[in-house]
């Protein structure tokens, strides 16, 4: 098992919001700083348009660093999944994250997996399906279980289905079984000016609604090699200054959470670095 960060956790930081945007060797710099020894590249484009020896040069710049790099990207079609994985094979990557695109047939969504999964284990490079509030979560474990690979599983984010009224607690205890990747982030509601409403956001660990060590002892993260990577729901705070601030705290903050919690567990694990890549 791996801890450490998305670029969801510096997603204003690496936005057009700011005046000077940080660059991904930036990020990966700062993960390392803050202790983390996996950094996952999730939803950022510009990866797509990078050169072999640029993707090379960055695989590099990240194992020099001790930093393991994971990728996520979006949609099920065969075209896309080939091509992130071509990616994340330059990049050294054992996982990759996708997400079904909304309104997708659940028999094209196998369909799609089905067709280049053959590669994915060929590569040793595992997919993950995140569970999101577009997507049942019982869609997602019909799926991986009428496919049955070892290198197919669920990306587990509990927050992202509060949206669709799935209990986060509930889809824990679904997908446990075929979790391969925990996306860790806490959440919390606040009323409406006039209370009318709510606002669901983001919340530093252990200040809201994530129950983050039931599911640890659910998932039993350190024996089966699931990697931890914080990501963040953090508001706009106003200015560039005042969230880049915010949001660094919060990255602090996070990885000390989660270092602290795991250096008072006494399980040792099997396989400590996760999946086997052998692109």
Not at 55 to 67: D, K, T, V
Not at 152 to 175: F, H, M, Q, R, Y
């Amino acid at each position: 098992m791996k801890t450490g960060l998305s670029t969801y956790a510096y997603f204003w930081r690496m936005s057009e919001k700011v005046p000077r945007p940080m660059s991904l060797y930036e990020a990966i710099d700062d993960s390392r700083r803050l202790g983390a020894t996996v950094f996952q590249i999730c939803d950022y484009p510009p990866i797509a348009d990078r050169s072999a020896a640029e993707l090379a040069q960055l695989a590099r710049y990240a194992q020099q660093a001790g930093i393991t790099l994971e990728l996520g990207t979006r949609s099920v079609t065969p075209q896309h999944l080939q091509r992130y994985l071509a990616i994340a094979c330059e990049l050294e990557c054992a996982l990759l994250r996708t997400m079904i695109a909304a309104g997708t047939a659940p028999v094209d969504a196998q369909r799609g997996v089905e067709s280049v999964l053959p590669r994915f284990e060929q590569q040793g490079v595992a997919l993950c399906l995140e569970t999101y509030e577009q997507v049942a979560t019982d869609d997602l474990i019909t799926l991986v279980q009428a496919v049955d690979s070892s290198r197919l599983g669920i990306c587990l984010d509990p927050a992202n289905c509060v949206a669709s009224l799935e209990s986060p607690a509930e889809v824990v205890a679904k997908t446990a079984p075929y979790v391969l990747n925990w996306h860790v982030k806490d959440f919390a509601f606040s009323r409406r000016d006039g209370w009318v409403g709510f606002t669901l956001a983001g919340c530093p660990l252990g200040e809201g609604l994530l129950r983050y060590d039931e599911i640890w002892q659910r998932l039993q993260p350190i024996e089966r090699g699931i990697n931890q990577i914080i990501e963040h729901w953090l508001p706009w705070q106003g200015d560039g200054e005042s969230t880049c601030r915010a949001e660094a705290a919060w990255s602090e903050h996070n990885m000390r959470y989660l270092l602290d919690k795991q250096n008072t567990t006494t399980v040792s694990s099997p396989n400590p670095g996760g999946a086997n890549y052998v692109c």
